[in-house]
């Protein structure tokens, strides 16, 4: 059982940007993360391979969001710069240990963390 927490959300006005964190208690293999905005469901945004050398992100934050991972310190970020108001939503992160492509299923994943809220303002 891996155990999965998120953090860094916050409330930030358009244009700024934010870091997300996600410790593990153990290790991981593929990391992911989703996000969930009021009345949607959850859709897909970034996910980065066990060593860290393949990532994949949403058309939607394609050059805006990136994604990275520190396996000595069980730790996956999610740094999102110029950031929108239609970024507002619930933020988790899981991990799966499918190793391989695509990486934007979500029912693929094992364990999911409890979310972190982001509210971008106009």
Known sequence: QVQLVESGGGLVQAGSSLRLSCVASGRTFTMGWFRQAPGKERE?????????????????????????RDNAKNTVYLIMN?????????????????????????????????????????
């Open 44 to 68: 897909f945004v970034a996910a980065i391979s066990a060593g860290g050398a393949t990532t994949d992100y949403a058309d939607s934050v394609k050059g805006r969001f990136t994604t990275s």
């Open 82 to 122: 110029s950031l929108k108001p239609e970024d507002t939503a619930v933020y988790y992160c899981a991990a799966r240990s499918k190793m391989v492509a695509p990486f934007n299923r979500n029912y693929e994943y094992d364990y999911w963390g409890q979310g972190t809220q982001v509210t971008v303002s106009s």
